[in-house]
Structures are given as structure tokens and as C-alpha cells.
């Protein structure tokens, strides 16, 4: 397994043209090729997030640049966030809940380097956060900016695959296809069985596909007080979900959208309320369930919240 | 019987660069009506019915269609999106190849349901509800609602791909070779289907076949196209029983017993 | 009822060397309501082409041929599905009919597209059906594999099912027994009555006797 990224330093070495992090150094007053990505650069991919939040949920097309990593492991969202850094933004980055992937690492150290910007673990201190896969629990507040990581932007593609007719689809709001795909699941298996890039209906216009978070994250979506970015390096498009939008998740009247979330608390913080995943723990094949979300695990335990099996915790951080 | 036409096509003409496709083609068709378009390989009838269904744009001519029967309008000049909506709703299109009209990823009841939901029905019950009573309709057993059409045979396919097309009750069903590729038995058994649902629904039809005895099993009037132009029209069994046009006669007597 | 002047028909068959087969010319003739008129003249000599003629199955180009107020000649193909369906039956030897129909439902279809209900257009057809003697055991089948007697019954019911105004038979009792040759004379009879001009070809003579009120003998129109 290749999982771990190109580190800027590593690229370094093939990279003489502009783009060169190590001659800029970490001095954020002088802004010139701050943050990896040229100026001209930056300033085509701002005008492409602007007209995002002016058209919620429609997909812009954008010149997606080279990046120091292989397609696949965040590129659009590195762009996206590159493009929207300044000096005294602090930065969070999230794989799939977690702070301390390797990907996540490596993405916080990028701007650290490139950006010389603070960067942070806690949801709440963060002024952007650039995720894979998942949307924090902890509610996000006014200013924060949320940037998510987009494989596949095209919700309709799954049963349309040609470009030209998902285009006139979105242009004339004929959505009927996305419904097909839900009745495809009832049918199937009696129930909604899309679990992941749970379509949505933003604004009452656009269907978007929300990128790979759980169904459970999508009423996060709805009016939340940050700015939601979305970026698809390899697709080159940017699209966005304003504050306080109305994000819909597709359903049928005797169908209706259920976030579905495995029953139980954390074993570590004892949160009933979060998202978890299903750690095996040995080779007997012993299971738990922690909070997918480390930040949030971690701070309610802090706090004093308890799981039945918190000792485990305990023993990690000692 | 209402008098005026449901949809009017006038000096309609399409070419492919050189190639003409079709020419000079003018008709009405009122409601309740069936016209079939025959003519040998290559005179232009698919050419013809694409223009006329808005798959391709003619060069010359007018398409038009009364919408909601206060009269006529110019299916052309209209915005896409209303063309679109038109074809969703009130139109229908029967292609040869069942797998250029169904979704072949899709379930049969999902391949019927897909109009219905394009059209706004969000209730699944009631989406499987009609979709089930368009499988009998059109003599599947309901029992391979679930299935994906890749398993049916081509008659099977192309009762679906009717189903799909009628569940929401268009007006106007353009058809290209429907009975195309079908064995002769398979054939028969479409035809009638289609005869009582054109019949029961009181839908307007355009067949394209090269098949005389489906348009003297379905069609009230015929037009014979010959080199991408109509050298023929008139009342279907007249033009059956005395075509007039040399090119007729030859098309008429080369079948045997129609 | 029927006005018919002038009325020629030549057949171009271009695909056998062009050849011209002309058949009746200056057809003059009229029929009025509860009439009934037997068309005459040998084989070949163009009975059934005039009834195909005013039927509107075969292409008259001069002449007038008025049914009612309806003029067929020249008329769209509208006018003449209009005149079908509300005025002017046709009964042929041969039956026509689609597979897997039901023969009550044969029978009754001109009725339904007269505008009838089905249920009673199904009910007369029934009470047809009986009085010509079809076994009751086969009203739900198709008549596709019908003897040919009992077809021509069928096709007989299925031609008087409306009580049109106008009525075309071209030979109606051919292969009739005579019980059911009676049936259909007095179905003709009951035709008149109500006041349906009627045009008729009937090879046996008895039968032309029995109903028919004139002949027209087609031959003296044969064309030159
Ligand atoms: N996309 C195209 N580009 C160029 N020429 C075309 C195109 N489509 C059709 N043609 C030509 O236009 C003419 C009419 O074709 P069309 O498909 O309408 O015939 P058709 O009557 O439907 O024949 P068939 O019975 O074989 O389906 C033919 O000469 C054909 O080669
Ligand atoms: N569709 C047609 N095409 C060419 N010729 C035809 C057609 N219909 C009839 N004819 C010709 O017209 C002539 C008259 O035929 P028609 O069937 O009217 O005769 P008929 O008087 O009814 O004879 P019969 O008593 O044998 O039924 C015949 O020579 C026949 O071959
Ligand atoms: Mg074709
Ligand atoms: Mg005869
Ligand atoms: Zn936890």
C-alpha cells in the first residue's frame, strides 16, 4: 500500500519551476506564492468558488493544477484550501474523522509548510478544515470554512454516465434519475441501502453528490453556519453550500431519509450521539465501537465522559 | 371527434451534408390517430421520426404540437426545456432496439418507474403499485419486476420498453420498427398488445415500419417513403389494397398476403 | 342515400409493363334509403371494385360517388374513417380480424367505435352471435380458427352489430346452409325496415329475389 503521500520535500527535487515551498520561506507577510499554489492560480480557483456560492450545489468547472501528491488523496481540496488560506488561518485536517491518519498528517504539515499557518486537532479552534469523508461533530460555527475532499462529483453519473446529458440534466433540474437509484434500493434490499455520498438537494435547486461522508453527517449540512466547500482535483470542478442553506436529503414520502447510525455509545467516551466505527481489537476477532470523530472522543473524554471500556483509552494516552 | 390536429408537421426537411435525409414532408395527425411511415431501407424514415420527436434538428420545416389543446405550437421554436418536458410527459418513443429505450443497469420496475419519478412521483409504494400493473398490462409476470432487463427476451424487452414508455400517459407515441427483430409469433402477439393499448388509451401514434401488415394491423393512414421523399399517402388499406405509385406497387406485391 | 355518376376505375399496374386494366366507366347509379340493390353482371365484370369504390378502398379519381351527404371522391382519409364509423358498413366474404381478439369483442368493436358502451355493445353482440347460430362455446375465442361458415357468420354479425344507415355486401350468403342463408335474408330484411339503403352482391338467386328490390347489371358499364 502506497498511503502515504508525496511529501513537498520529496516533490521538491523534480518540481524547479515556480511552485518551489522551499524557497518561499515561512514568513507569512510576504504573500507571494504563499500556500504552494501561484497567485493566478489561486485567484482563477477563488473566482470558481465565488460563483459556487453563488449557484449552491452546481458544479464549476475549474483548472485543476498539478499537486504534490497523486490524484485520489485530496488534490481538490488541497486547492480548494490553498486558495482560501491566509496567514492567520488555522488549520484542521480530517481523514475520516481522524486527525492522525497518515493523509492527515500530511496534509496539516503541507500548509504548515507551505502557508507557515497555525494548525490544530480541535474542531473548534479551527478556522478551516479540510476533511475526507466525514463532517466533524462538533457544530461549526460562523467563519469556519469546511472544505471536503471530492472523488466523484457527479451525483447522476452512477446511471448516466454520459457528460453532455448529466450537464442539460442539472441545467433543467430533471432529477427524476436520482430517484430511480433510491428505488433501485428499496427494491434491493427493502430499505435505502446507500450508505455513502448520500445524494442531496440543495437550495431546492441542485442535486450534489455530498462526496463520501456518511448518510448520518448529511443533516449537518443543512443550515449550518459555516461555509461548505467541495473540490474534485481529478474532475476539476468546485462546487459549494452557502451558511444557513437548506440541504435536502432525497427520499420518497413512504421511504424517508433515516441518518442510520449503529446503536450504541462509544466504548471510549460513552457518546450516543456521534458517528462510530468498528475497531477489531485482536485476533479472536473482538469488536468495539469508537467515535469516528478523534477530536470530538478525545475532548469528551477530557471532559470526563466515560464508554465501558475507557481504560483502553487511558492506557493509549498514558 | 375533435377537427383540429393534435400535431402538424410542415415541408419538413433533413440532409446529412449530401446525404438527404428526407424532404418536403407535410401531414397532420388528429387525435386518436395512427399513421405508418413505410418505405424500403435507407429512404429516410428513422431521419424522419428523429426530426419529428426533436432527437434531431430539421433543416427546413416546422414540427408542431398542441400542448394543451388550445392549438397548435411550433415544437421547434420552443425552449428546450419545454421540449423536454414535452417529451417526458405527453410524448413517447418506441425505439427498435429495445436497449437504446430501457436502462439496462436498472430493474424492469425501475426502468417503468423512471418516467413517473421524471416526473415528479415520490411515493415508492405507489411508483411499484403502477409499475406492477404496467407489467401485467403489457404481459410480464409481475414476479420479474426485480429483474434487469438484460435477462428478458427481445419480445419481453420490448413490452417493457411500451410499458415504460405509456406509464404516464403520453398522448403522442412515436414508435421506429417496434416488431424489428422479433421472431414472427413474438411479433403477433406485440402487435396486438399495442393495438388494444393504442385502442384503450386513445393514443396517437407515427409507426415506423417496413412491415405492411403491422400498418394494416394498426395504422387508419400510411405514407410511403421512397429516397427521403413521400410518393405516397393516403388511407391505409387503400393504399394497401390500390397503391397508385409504381414504387408502391412494387413494395405491395413483393409481400405476399397482407 | 347513395348517388354514384360518373364513376370510372382503371387499374395502372406499372410493375407488369405498365399495363392498364380499365373496369367499369361511367358508373351512374343511385340507392335510396330502405332500398336494396343487387349489383349484377359475370365474373371479372367489376361488382365488388364499385363497392371497394364507394367504400373508399380503392381510389376513385373521377366521377362523384356521394354517400349521404358525404362526397368519397377526393375525400381525405378522415372524411372516409368518419363515414365508416358512423354511416356506412361493409360486409366482405372473407373475415379480417386480429389475432387473439375475442369473437364477441369482433363483433361488437364496430359498435364501441360508434361510441356504444362496451357491456352493451358485448350484450347485442351476444344476442348476434346466437341468432347466427355460433356455438356458445366459442364466443370467447378467436375466430381465427373458425370453419369457414362460421367465420362468414361472424363477419355478418360483426357487419349488422351497428345499424348503419348504408350498407356494402359483397356476397354475404356465399357459403351459407340455408337455415342460416334465412337468418341473414331476414337480417336484411330487419335492415330495410329500419330504412338502410343497401348495395348488394349475391351470387344466388334466390336470395337476390328474396330481398332485393332492383338490379343494376355492372356490365353494361364495362369500359370500352
Ligand atoms: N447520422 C447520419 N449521417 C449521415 N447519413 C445518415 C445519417 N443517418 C442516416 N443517414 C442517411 O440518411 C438516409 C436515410 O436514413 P434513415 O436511417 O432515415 O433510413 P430508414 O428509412 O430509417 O432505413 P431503415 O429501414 O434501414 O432503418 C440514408 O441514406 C442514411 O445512410
Ligand atoms: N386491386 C386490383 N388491382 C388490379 N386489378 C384489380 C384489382 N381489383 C380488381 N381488379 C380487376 O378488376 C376486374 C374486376 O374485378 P372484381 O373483383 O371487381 O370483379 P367481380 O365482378 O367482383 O367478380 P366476381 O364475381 O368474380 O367476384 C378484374 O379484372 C380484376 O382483375
Ligand atoms: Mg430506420
Ligand atoms: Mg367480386
Ligand atoms: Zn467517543
Known amino acids: 500500500m502506497t498511503e502515504q503521500i508525496i511529501t513537498p520535500s520529496a516533490n521538491d527535487k523534480n518540481d524547479t519551476t515556480t511552485h518551489n515551498p522551499e524557497t518561499h520561506n515561512f514568513d507569512a507577510t510576504d504573500s507571494y506564492n504563499f500556500a504552494y499554489l501561484d497567485e493566478q492560480t489561486k485567484r482563477m480557483i477563488r473566482r470558481a468558488l465565488l460563483k459556487a456560492l453563488a449557484i449552491p450545489g452546481y458544479q464549476v468547472p475549474f483548472a485543476s493544477r498539478e499537486m504534490p501528491m497523486p490524484y485520489g488523496w485530496g488534490t481538490g481540496g488541497v486547492q480548494v484550501t490553498a486558495a482560501c488560506l491566509t496567514p492567520d488561518d488555522c488549520v484542521k485536517v480530517i481523514d475520516q474523522g481522524a486527525d492522525d491518519t497518515t493523509n492527515a498528517v500530511s496534509i496539516r504539515s503541507f500548509f504548515a509548510r507551505t502557508a507557515g499557518v497555525r494548525t490544530t486537532e480541535a474542531t473548534d479552534e479551527a478556522s478551516l478544515i479540510q476533511t475526507r469523508h466525514r463532517i466533524p461533530e462538533t457544530e461549526l460555527t460562523e467563519g469556519q470554512l469546511l472544505v471536503y475532499q471530492v472523488p466523484i462529483p457527479e451525483p447522476l453519473r452512477f446511471l448516466e454516465p454520459r457528460e453532455t446529458e448529466t450537464r442539460k440534466m442539472h441545467a433543467l433540474s430533471e432529477y427524476g434519475l436520482m430517484h430511480v437509484k433510491l428505488y433501485e434500493d428499496i427494491s434491493q434490499h427493502g430499505h435505502i441501502a446507500t450508505a455513502y455520498a448520500y445524494p442531496v438537494n440543495v437550495e431546492g435547486r441542485y442535486v450534489m453528490d455530498p462526496s463520501p461522508i456518511p448518510k448520518f453527517d448529511n443533516p449537518k449540512m443543512s443550515d449550518c453556519a459555516a461555509i461548505q466547500l467541495f473540490g474534485a482535483g481529478r474532475e476539476q470542478r468546485i462546487y459549494a453550500i452557502p451558511p444557513y442553506s437548506h440541504v435536502k436529503s432525497l427520499d420518497f414520502e413512504d421511504y424517508p431519509f433515516d441518518r442510520l447510525r449503529a446503536p450504541g455509545a462509544c466504548a471510549l467516551c460513552g457518546a450516543d450521539d456521534s458517528y462510530l466505527d468498528e475497531v477489531i481489537m485482536d485476533d479472536q476477532g473482538t469488536r468495539m465501537y469508537v467515535c469516528s470523530d478523534t477530536d470530538y472522543c478525545s475532548t469528551r473524554h477530557e471532559r470526563g465522559h466515560v464508554g465501558d471500556q475507557s481504560d483502553l483509552f487511558d492506557s493509549e494516552e498514558g | 371527434m375533435r377537427k383540429t390536429p393534435l400535431f402538424s408537421v410542415s415541408g419538413l426537411r433533413k440532409s446529412y451534408g449530401a446525404q438527404l435525409g428526407c424532404r418536403d414532408v407535410s401531414f397532420d395527425l388528429h387525435p386518436g390517430e395512427i399513421m405508418g411511415i413505410v418505405g424500403e431501407s435507407g429512404s429516410g424514415k428513422s431521419t424522419l421520426l428523429s426530426c419529428l420527436a426533436g432527437h434531431l434538428a430539421p433543416d427546413h420545416g416546422d414540427v408542431c404540437f398542441d400542448v394543451d389543446g388550445t392549438g397548435l405550437v411550433s415544437t421547434l421554436a420552443m425552449p428546450e426545456p419545454e421540449r423536454r418536458l414535452l417529451a417526458r410527459t405527453q410524448w413517447a418513443y418506441v425505439h427498435q432496439n429495445p436497449r437504446d429505450g430501457l436502462r439496462m443497469s436498472v430493474s424492469a420496475g425501475g426502468n417503468i418507474g423512471e418516467r413517473l419519478m421524471n416526473i415528479g412521483a415520490r411515493h415508492y409504494g405507489n411508483i411499484r403499485q403502477d409499475a406492477c400493473s404496467w407489467m401485467d398490462r403489457v404481459e410480464l409476470s409481475v414476479g420479474r419486476i426485480d429483474d434487469r432487463p438484460a435477462t428478458f427476451s427481445g419480445g419481453m424487452q420490448q413490452r417493457l420498453q411500451i410499458a415504460r414508455n405509456l406509464v404516464t400517459s403520453p398522448r403522442l407515441v412515436f414508435m421506429d420498427e417496434p416488431t424489428g427483430g422479433l421472431d414472427v409469433s413474438v411479433q403477433a402477439r406485440l402487435l396486438d398488445l399495442l393495438r388494444s393499448l393504442v385502442q384503450d388509451l386513445g393514443l396517437s401514434v407515427i409507426i415506423v415500419t417496413h412491415d405492411l401488415a403491422v400498418v394494416r394491423m394498426l395504422a387508419h393512414r400510411m405514407m410511403v417513403m421512397q429516397r427521403g421523399e413521400i410518393v405516397e399517402t393516403g388511407l391505409a388499406d387503400q393504399v394497401l389494397d390500390d397503391p397508385q405509385h409504381p414504387y408502391t406497387q412494387l413494395l405491395v406485391s413483393s409481400v405476399l398476403q397482407v | ?224
Not at chain 3, 399496374?13 to 343511385?30: K, M, S
Not at chain 3, 348504408?166 to 346452409?177: I, K, N, Q
Open chain 3, 1 to 224: 342515400m347513395f348517388k354514384i355518376t360518373q364513376l370510372s376505375k382503371t387499374f395502372h399496374l406499372h410493375t407488369q409493363q405498365r399495363a392498364e386494366i380499365p373496369v367499369v366507366c361511367d358508373v351512374g347509379f343511385a340507392v335510396h334509403p330502405g332500398e336494396c340493390v343487387a349489383l349484377t353482371g359475370e365474373s371479372g365484370s367489376g361488382k365488388s371494385t364499385v363497392l371497394r369504390l364507394i367504400y373508399g378502398n380503392y381510389l376513385a379519381r373521377t366521377g362523384s360517388i356521394r354517400v349521404g351527404s358525404t362526397e368519397i371522391v377526393a375525400a381525405d382519409p378522415r372524411t372516409i374513417l368518419e363515414l365508416r364509423r358512423t354511416t356506412l358498413g361493409y360486409v366482405t366474404q372473407f373475415l379480417r380480424v386480429l389475432p387473439r381478439v375475442p369473437t364477441t369483442r369482433v363483433v361488437a368493436e364496430p359498435m364501441i367505435e360508434a361510441g356504444h358502451n362496451a357491456t352493451a355493445a358485448d350484450a347485442h353482440a351476444r344476442n348476434l352471435l346466437r341468432r347466427l347460430r355460433i356455438p356458445e362455446t366459442l364466443w370467447n375465442l378467436s375466430p381465427l380458427t373458425f370453419s369457414g361458415g362460421e367465420q362468414q357468420r361472424v363477419n355478418i354479425a360483426r357487419g349488422f352489430a351497428y345499424d348503419y344507415p348504408a350498407l356494402l355486401l359483397d356476397e354475404p350468403t356465399a357459403s351459407l346452409d340455408a337455415i342460416n342463408r334465412q337468418t341473414v335474408l331476414d337480417m336484411i330484411g330487419n335492415a330495410k325496415q329500419r330504412g338502410c339503403a343497401i348495395i348488394g352482391i349475391f351470387h344466388d338467386h334466390a336470395a337476390r329475389k328474396a330481398v332485393c328490390d332492383r338490379e343494376i347489371d355492372i356490365s353494361q358499364f364495362a369500359a370500352a
